[in-house]
């Protein structure tokens, strides 16, 4: 049983200690490290501005700069964050695996694909993009979960390892299919691939932020009402059943509502990979494993460490911008190696 297995039966057997004031405690202290990191983010970008000529001086550039452009795509960092964090500790749970993470899964690749295909393909049949991207993009991502789900399967036993293989091996598959795509595309839609596949948070609308803060909330809420099974859950399956869970159910309510959050953030911000990998290990750290916390924990710090990278990404090489998906990428790669080795309990042999 490896070290999360282990935290996690402490976490479901001792969750009863978790009291309200220490929950309260420790969310409020995160909401006052988001406040000051969007304070900070809000002055800082391609041009600097004062956040209290922008408030007060509605006919000044700063006011024009911050409204129509820079609290924006603050909302929507603050946004995917909280829901890529959120689904990488529901996962996490679900498959007893801190390497869990709907990037490193295929789930997000399967998501991007599904959203490409429709942007490009069944949108010229007619409808809004608004809201057909978004739906072949959750239903992408759900059948890309399940089909991982299933082939990481052996005699009826989920193998963690094969989960990560199979993961890989879906990723491979879909990044293959969105070059095949790619490559029978116009200049117009070619850019827009490379959005997706690079991930960014470039010039979303307020319309986008509202539809994926929405689909994102419901997902919140069907996890967080389930929190106390996914401490169960963390014990086995069969213990889990014997103490009243309905696992099979869980584990499609999980299924649904972690694919419509990522099918949610694929469709508006592209692959942005190991953000549901660090913050919930980091969290759970620091915080235990009772997943009463941690859900809102990681909803909080999630949109903490995406505002943060989406603030590097605009200001590291000013006036040009780096994809934000680069930035996660640079933390979490050497992040999940140090996990791969600490979870495989030897070094990496080439």
Same mark, same amino acid.
């Given at each position: 049983?490896?070290?999360?297995?282990?935290?996690?039966?402490?976490?479901?057997?001792?969750?009863?200690?978790?009291?309200?004031?220490?929950?309260?405690?420790?969310?409020?202290?995160?909401?006052?490290?988001?406040?000051?990191?969007?304070?900070?983010?809000?002055?800082?970008?391609?041009?600097?501005?004062?956040?209290?000529?922008?408030?007060?001086?509605?006919?000044?550039?700063?006011?024009?700069?911050?409204?129509?452009?820079?609290?924006?795509?603050?909302?929507?960092?603050?946004?995917?964050?909280?829901?890529?964090?959120?689904?990488?500790?529901?996962?996490? =749970? /679900? !498959?007893?695996?801190?390497?869990?993470? %709907?990037?490193?899964?295929? +789930?997000?690749?399967?998501? @991007?694909? *599904? #959203?490409?295909? =429709? /942007? !490009?393909?069944?949108?010229?049949?007619? %409808?809004?993009?608004?809201? +057909?991207?978004?739906?072949? @993009?959750? *239903? #992408?991502?759900?059948?890309?979960?399940?089909?991982?789900?299933?082939?990481?399967?052996?005699?009826?036993?989920?193998?963690?390892?094969?989960?990560?293989?199979?993961?890989?091996?879906?990723?491979?598959?879909?990044?293959?299919?969105?070059?095949?795509?790619?490559?029978?595309?116009?200049?117009?839609?070619?850019?827009?691939?490379?959005?997706?596949?690079?991930?960014?948070?470039?010039?979303?609308?307020?319309?986008?932020?509202?539809?994926?803060?929405?689909?994102?909330?419901?997902?919140?809420?069907?996890?967080?009402?389930?929190?106390?099974?996914?401490?169960?859950?963390?014990?086995?399956?069969?213990?889990?059943?014997?103490?009243?869970?309905?696992?099979?159910?869980?584990?499609?309510?999980?299924?649904?509502?972690?694919?419509?959050?990522?099918?949610?953030?694929?469709?508006?911000?592209?692959?942005?990979?190991?953000?549901?990998?660090?913050?919930?290990?980091?969290?759970?750290?620091?915080?235990?494993?009772?997943?009463?916390?941690?859900?809102?924990?990681?909803?909080?710090?999630?949109?903490?460490?995406?505002?943060?990278?989406?603030?590097?990404?605009?200001?590291?090489?000013?006036?040009?911008?780096?994809?934000?998906?680069?930035?996660?990428?640079?933390?979490?790669?050497?992040?999940?190696?140090?996990?791969?080795?600490?979870?495989?309990?030897?070094?990496?042999?080439?």
């Amino acid at each position: 049983m490896n070290e999360m297995s282990n935290q996690a039966d402490r976490g479901a057997l001792l969750g009863a200690y978790l009291t309200p004031a220490r929950m309260a405690s420790v969310l409020l202290a995160l909401l006052v490290i988001l406040v000051i990191s969007m304070l900070i983010a809000a002055e800082f970008g391609t041009a600097r501005i004062s956040l209290v000529r922008a408030v007060t001086d509605p006919k000044s550039s700063d006011h024009a700069i911050f409204f129509a452009a820079r609290l924006p795509r603050l909302m929507m960092a603050m946004v995917v964050g909280a829901m890529l964090a959120t689904v990488g500790a529901a996962l996490q =749970a /679900l !498959v007893r695996n801190p390497l869990a993470e %709907g990037g490193i899964l295929g +789930i997000s690749g399967g998501g @991007a694909l *599904g #959203a490409i295909v =429709a /942007l !490009v393909f069944l949108s010229r049949i007619g %409808g809004s993009e608004t809201t +057909i991207v978004p739906l072949v @993009a959750f *239903g #992408a991502a759900l059948l890309s979960t399940v089909a991982v789900y299933r082939l990481a399967e052996v005699d009826g036993q989920l193998e963690p390892f094969t989960l990560l293989l199979v993961g890989v091996i879906f990723n491979a598959f879909w990044g293959a299919a969105i070059m095949v795509v790619n490559s029978v595309v116009n200049f117009y839609y070619a850019h827009s691939i490379l959005f997706w596949l690079m991930g960014s948070l470039e010039a979303p609308t307020w319309q986008e932020v509202e539809l994926v803060a929405a689909l994102g909330l419901a997902g919140f809420a069907v996890l967080a009402w389930h929190a106390r099974d996914m401490n169960l859950l963390s014990l086995g399956d069969e213990a889990a059943a014997e103490l009243g869970v309905e696992v099979d159910r869980l584990r499609r309510l999980i299924f649904i509502a972690t694919s419509v959050m990522i099918g949610a953030v694929v469709s508006v911000s592209g692959i942005i990979a190991f953000v549901g990998l660090i913050v919930p290990h980091m969290l759970r750290l620091a915080f235990g494993s009772d997943h009463r916390l941690l859900l809102p924990a990681s909803l909080i710090g999630g949109a903490v460490f995406m505002v943060i990278a989406d603030l590097i990404a605009r200001v590291a090489i000013s006036p040009a911008e780096i994809p934000v998906g680069a930035i996660t990428a640079l933390f979490g790669g050497p992040f999940f190696v140090y996990m791969l080795r600490r979870e495989g309990g030897r070094p990496l042999g080439l």
